[in-house]
């Protein structure tokens, strides 16, 4: 008898530490799926935004400026189910900054910082960001 409870409680064990394993494994399957469609949805918007770069063509002082301004497409679907979980994408449109941190108003690139987050109990979570400088075709062919 006594042999049986020990290898019961070797099972159980057992077990416990593969059930254990299945559910930690689970866990990370889901946080990277929603990492790889937080990043898809970055990589749409960086599509639409390099086109519209691309046909950018109105030559100005400031390229990169005026594109931030005027060439940029807005963000079309801000809030998206990710998993289950609604989650927003928001997109900074700058210039490159200086060496004493001001942006370089003269600078024909723009830079793109897109964030994918959620709000829970008043705290931003953070699922996926994304740093890119896009150069409109404009300052390619204006003088």
Do not use: H
């Amino acid at each position: 008898m006594f042999e049986v409870l020990i290898a019961l409680m070797i099972s159980f064990l057992f077990l416990t530490g593969t059930l254990n394993a299945m559910v930690i494994s689970a866990v990370f399957q889901v946080k990277a799926e929603r990492q790889a469609q937080a990043s898809y949805w970055i990589q749409e918007d960086l599509e639409e935004a390099r086109a519209a770069a691309a046909n950018y063509v109105t030559c100005t002082a400031t390229i990169g400026q005026s594109f931030n301004s005027n060439g940029l497409p807005s963000l079309t679907n801000a809030t998206r189910k990710i998993v289950g979980t609604d989650y927003t994408i928001n997109r900074v449109a700058d210039l490159p900054p200086l060496p004493n941190g001001s942006p370089d108003t003269s600078s024909d690139v723009s830079t793109l910082t897109y964030t994918v987050s959620r709000t829970v109990n008043g705290q931003i979570e953070t699922l996926a960001t994304l740093y890119t400088e896009v150069l409109p075709a404009a300052a390619l062919t204006c003088p």
